[in-house]
């Protein structure tokens, strides 16, 4: 009698004890779902509030050559002035938008444009990119172009340009240049080319968290005659258009800078001082939703994984010294390799070297790999998977990269560049991707790869550093691919353990990235 108790004392435990697992993995499939929930309402909230941004206002997509200009007015308004606007180094038009969208609102017709080599352009840029004759001429010649073309077409008493980092140095040149343009503003300044009376009243913006430009530009009004300048006062006289302002944008870095409504309420006040008018500053959050539309995609991925089926497999034994070597080896070499031989897939150099350096990393690494790991890949695929993958990370946040951070969508020229950069992309997002699924610790395996593979760019751009320089953003967007592309993927992969169909996926999302968003350049 007594064991029966206790064993039904036991079992009674056990049924409660599964009772009490059941409704914590009930509440737990709440709350997930609740929080799905959540985010997909931020989502539709954040396309909301973006849209509204620009109900009063119309963008038209012209050409003038063969640059893409984008013009935003404000509907059924009377127009104050033309403002032009021009975006740094591997930006586009996109970058400016916050900018544009304020001063639009202000009753002003904002130009932006793409250089050469950037967003939508479909020509590269060329020329020395260590003198002022070189690439930074070319610049000035084409923003030249786009200033005498608006101001013939259009007869406004009041102009303005507006330059970002590389474009501030641009501006400023041009500006000077052009005695219609009745003010420049440099925003986080790289230039020596400010005088003291060319250009007329120029305005120097740089983020709080810019140290070494807001010295610089202090530099720059000592170096025209202004004794002991300081951060936001007012130097040189309105009657002769000489008035020179530096100051900086609270809370903002080198992009951030140009999604602050602090900056948009400084342009708005300036150019009302400047046009001695009186517009109504109506300021926008367009950095603040896109980041919130993108950020909510990305968790609420994060979280739709958890309810999905897990498929485990058996995972291979890791070998560091098998790892380490060939690894060491397969991105040491291509480097060196590179600097006195290499195929030729496209005119862009900095492109064509990465694609070189992709396949032959590729190609050392597929040796590393027993051949009934490669051989398993084929049978694995699912087309599902990799279609879901492709539209989420190349149309979802693709779209909202294009529309307000940079170009981020295949057009023209750069539709060839991705098929060949999918030559390299691919192959080597696969192999990264078996690292972390067949072994044991594969996610230090895959990130210790990824360093490696950083490590041998890096090198490449020191041996050549006049040719490959483009490289260096090149690196930077492979890391932004790794920490947001790379880290969904492997959510999935931990689920679904299909190495080919998310490898692949990667593969073609970081070709998408390079053909897109990596400036176009040639000798």
């Known amino acids: 009698m007594a064991a029966n108790a206790v064993l039904l004392g036991t079992l009674s435990i056990i049924q409660k004890s599964k009772d009490k697992l059941y409704l914590l993995k009930s509440y737990r499939n709440f709350l997930y779902k609740a929080f799905c929930l959540l985010l997909a309402s931020l989502i539709i909230l954040s396309f909301g509030k973006l849209k509204d941004y620009e109900n009063n206002l119309t963008s038209v997509k012209e050409f003038v050559g063969n640059t893409p200009v984008t013009l935003t007015f404000k509907d059924n308004a009377a ?44 020509l590269p840029y060329s020329g020395d990119i260590t003198t002022i004759e070189g690439a930074t001429q070319k610049f000035v010649n084409q923003t030249n172009e786009i200033l005498f073309h608006y101001l013939t077409k259009y007869d406004y008493s009041f102009s303005m340009i507006i330059g970002h980092s590389m474009a501030s140095d641009i501006i400023v040149r041009s500006a000077s240049l052009n005695p219609s343009i009745k003010s ?20 120097i913006l740089n983020g709080q968290w810019e140290p070494q430009l807001r010295a610089k530009s202090l530099e720059i009004l000592k170096n025209i005659g202004i004794d002991n300048p300081r951060e936001g006062r007012f130097y040189g006289r309105a009657n002769d258009n000489t008035i020179r302002k530096v100051d900086f944008i609270e809370n903002a870095d080198h992009v951030g800078v140009l999604y602050s409504k602090r900056t948009q309420k400084e342009l708005i006040d300036w150019v009302n001082l400047i046009n001695e008018d009186k517009n109504v500053f109506v300021g926008n959050n367009i950095g603040i939703w896109t980041g919130i539309l993108f950020f909510s995609g990305f968790f609420l991925f994060i979280t739709l994984t958890k309810f999905l089926p897990l498929k485990t497999s058996g995972k291979n034994r890791f070998s560091y010294i098998r790892f380490f070597s060939i690894n060491i080896f397969a991105c040491a070499l291509p480097p060196f390799i590179l600097y006195h031989f290499k195929i030729n897939y496209v005119e862009f150099p900095a492109h064509n070297h990465l694609i070189n350096q992709m396949i032959l990393v590729s190609i050392i690494l597929f040796f590393s790999f027993p051949f009934t790991q490669i051989k398993a890949l084929i049978s694995s695929f699912n087309l599902q998977l ?54 044991s610790y594969g996610w230090i395996a895959g990130n210790i790869f990824k360093l490696f593979f950083i490590i041998s760019l890096s090198t490449s751009i020191l041996l050549d550093i006049s040719q490959l320089f483009i490289m260096g953003y090149a690196i930077i967007l492979f890391l932004a691919f790794a920490l947001i592309f790379g880290f969904l993927s492997n959510m999935v992969s931990k689920k679904y353990n299909n190495t080919l169909s998310v490898g692949l996926a990667n593969g073609v999302a970081l070709a998408w990235t390079f053909s897109t968003a990596l400036p176009l350049y040639v000798n």
Do not use: W
Request: include cysteine; hydrophobic fraction near 50%.
């Open 79 to 122: 127009t104050s002035g033309i403002v032009f606007l021009a975006h740094g180094f591997a930006g586009s038009t996109s970058f400016m938008r916050p900018i544009a969208v304020a001063l639009a609102e202000a009753g002003y017709l904002t130009v932006r444009f793409d250089f050469l080599g950037h967003g939508r352009h479909p």
């Open 184 to 203: 420049a503003v440099a925003i986080s300044a790289y230039t020596d080319a400010l005088k003291a009376k060319e250009p007329k009243n120029t305005l």
């Open 386 to 439: 990799f279609a879901f993958l492709f539209i989420l990370f190349c149309v979802f946040f693709g779209t909202i990269l294009d529309n307000y951070v940079s170009s981020f969508l295949l057009n023209g020229n750069r539709i060839p560049l991705f098929f060949s950069c999918l030559i390299g992309t691919v192959p080597l997002m696969i192999l990264m991707q078996m690292y972390y699924d067949n072994y």
